[in-house]
């Protein structure tokens, strides 16, 4: 057996999927619909729609199979979401990857699979609607567009839920998105009575980017600047994008030694990045942090607002 490879960008790929809020929810139709349409349309045993967590495979929709979740290095679609297309395994025991997997040689006796990776954007792949069956089989070119169209409908679905929480370019937690997680995040705070830090990056000559060298730079450097967060902050903390130019984090039971070290390392990566970059500018931040503790009665958005007006302190600073 071959374990899946973990795609180059897990961690934007990780955040995207955590941040659409659908693992472990309940079955909605509007999945559930396409999962049994597809299991009748191609006469298969089972059609699951499969999100690729971090170690497992969740089944947001299964039809034919009543387990609700796999281990990720002996699943299938965790070597779908590699492709940019279908994932057709025409016979398990005749591929070296799959012929002694848990899954082909123990229940549900995988012989045939066909997979359709589900992106939120080109290279960036959630999961799968895929299809199973005990017996070998081959798929036409005519089956092989119908699997593409379902496919494509259970990713308009998935895309409905994304531009309500995730902002579109960066796909990093938009406004709204980050706030729903923060609230979750506070409340564990105010459980647990720990501290609670917000951090308000905003960046520096950023119009002067779009101007000079036009908005296609500008969009490179925000999906820069939002994957360096991905990777520098740590899954417990929250991000996200505001708007324009401002980046917010929140970073829970962190003392003043986690902060500095996790901006430090922020710091690094920017520093790095624009040194590798070879770019007519730099990218260049400002950022503004402020300290709560779990029973403050402030808002949100006060908490933010403070972090916001910390960061443009330090703006009038570096502008001096």
Known sequence: MIEPKIPDNEAERLHALRSLKILDTSHEERFDRVTRMAKRMFGVSISLVSLVDENRQWFKSSEGLDASETPRNISFCGHAINQDGLFIIPDTLKDKRFFDN????????????????????????????????????????????????????????????????????????????????????????????????????????????????????????????????????????????????????????SNDEKIDLVLARFASAIDKQNQSLNKPYKIEYSAGLVRFEHDSDLSIEQMIQQADEAMYEQKKGKAR
Request: some cysteine.
């Open 102 to 253: 848990p899954l082909v040689t123990e229940a549900p006796n995988i012989r045939f699979y066909a997979g359709y990776p589900l992106k939120l954007r080109q290279g960036l792949n959630i999961g799968t609607l895929c299809l199973i069956d005990p017996k070998p089989r081959e798929m036409e070119a005519e089956d092989q567009q119908l699997l593409e169209d379902l496919g494509a409908m259970i990713e308009q679905e998935i895309k409905s839920i994304q531009m309500a929480t995730l902002d579109e370019l960066t796909l990093i937690s938009n406004r709204r998105g980050f706030l729903t997680l923060v609230d979750h995040s506070l409340k564990v705070c105010r459980r647990n009575k720990t501290s609670m830090s917000f951090v308000l990056f905003d960046l520096n000559k950023f119009k002067l980017i779009n101007d000079e060298h036009g908005h296609h730079e500008g969009d490179f450097v925000l999906t820069t600047f939002a994957k360096i967060m991905l990777e520098s902050f740590r899954d417990s903390d929250v991000i996200g994008r505001l708007g324009g130019d401002e980046f917010v984090a929140m970073l829970t039971d």
